[in-house]
């Protein structure tokens, strides 16, 4: 006896975007690895994009040794990078079983990328962060905003995928 899932055809856009899901798990356990072999020379490209989520232009300021900093850094990065891959991998097989709950959780994860992103380049751009900046460093940003909102709109408003998860669940 065949189960829904075997007898709907996935659309190729969810099986890829499933997969992308699990190169991100893949990625962020590639960079605990890295983190942990050789954290000082990590950190500072990470400290760099966290701040440029939140946000934040102003240098954090800490109270100990550098080691201790570094050690903190690191607890912190490692724990995040082993729950966003978790995430990530568990997002992507949901995908794959194509299970609505997955569908929601990436849509809503690459919206609010895309919004922080944005927000990012909106406040850095306007307030002068990006003067340093040539446009061919500022290229990777571009085609991060364009996928991430390309994944997100394509999960909630491809008429393929709303049949593909209105006949699973």
Request: hydrophobic letters at 55%.
């Amino acid at each position: 006896m065949r189960t829904p899932l075997q007898t709907v055809k996935r659309p190729l856009v969810v099986t890829v975007i499933a997969l992308f899901q699990a190169a991100l798990a893949a990625y962020f356990l590639y960079f605990v690895t890295i983190a942990l072999m050789n954290p000082p020379d990590n950190l500072g490209f990470l400290r760099s994009a966290v701040r440029l989520l939140i946000g934040r232009t102003d240098r954090f300021s800490y109270v100990g040794s550098p080691h201790e900093v570094i050690a903190i850094d690191l607890f912190f990065l490692v724990a995040a990078a082993l729950v966003i891959a978790a995430y990530s991998a568990v997002a992507g097989w949901g995908l794959w079983r194509l299970k609505t709950w997955a569908r929601h959780s990436v849509a809503s994860q690459y919206g609010i990328m895309v919004v922080l992103w944005a927000r990012a380049f909106i406040l850095f751009g306007i307030f002068g962060g990006f003067q340093r900046v040539s446009a061919s460093e500022l290229q990777p940003l571009y085609i991060v905003i364009f996928t991430e909102t390309m994944i997100c709109l394509t999960l909630l408003f491809n008429g393929g995928v709303d049949e593909a998860f209105g006949q699973v669940d």
